[in-house]
């Protein structure tokens, strides 16, 4: 909030109240203009206030939240095109079949924008890192779908949920492992 809304903000909700004379039966309405300096020190006051205790909110908010790595950041927002659904994720026949499974299923539920292998993309269609989700697709409610597909004696794929939620906090990560 800068000094400009303060202003209006204050101006409205402070300014001299214009009152006409009463008729017989009027209600009267006491005339605040007496008080509008003392309004006025109370906003200049508390609009700091507000500003700075709402950027410490923030800082306090993003504390949890793991930190974008620098080539993420400066991506190019272009989403690239879409490659074929059929490229194999690993070396993994397991991984690789699961992967064409989850497709088929979740096409079924409805799920479209689909990449296999390729830049984090957000719901929004914008390119949002360089790391490659194994599966990244979006439901109908306009949520991104991310899936990590790895062998349980790998904790790569809790790293690979990191990033991904660092780049689409708004996204969902499924991390699935096989033997």
């Known amino acids: 909030m ?9 101006l409205t909700l402070f300014s001299v109240n214009i009152v006409n004379t009463p008729g017989p ?16 020190y109370i906003c200049m006051i508390a ?3 507000i500003v700075i205790g709402r950027h410490i909110l923030r800082k ?21 095109k879409a490659k074929s659904l059929k490229r194999p994720i690993s070396n993994s026949p397991t991984q690789n079949a699961r992967l064409q499974d989850d497709i ?11 990449r296999v292998d390729q830049h ?20 109908l ?6 899936v990590e ?17 660092a780049n689409d906090p708004d996204g969902t990560v499924m991390l699935i492992t096989h033997l």
């Open 2 to 10: 800068d000094v400009s809304v303060t202003m209006v903000i204050m």
């Open 47 to 49: 609009a700091p206030a």
């Open 141 to 146: 409610s306009k949520k991104r779908l991310y």
């Open 25 to 40: 039966g009027d209600i009267t309405v006491r005339d605040r203009s007496g008080d509008m300096l003392v309004d006025f």
């Open 60 to 80: 306090i908010v993003r504390i949890g939240r793991p930190a974008r790595l620098t080539q993420d950041i400066n991506v190019n927002p272009k989403s690239p």
């Open 120 to 139: 984090q993309i957000n719901a929004n269609n914008v390119r949002v890192g360089i790391n490659r989700p194994d599966l990244q697709c979006t439901s």
């Open 149 to 165: 597909y790895d062998r349980r004696i790998s904790a790569r794929g809790l790293m690979h949920k990191e990033r991904i939620l």
């Open 104 to 114: 088929a299923r979740l096409k079924a539920q409805g799920y479209k924008n689909f």
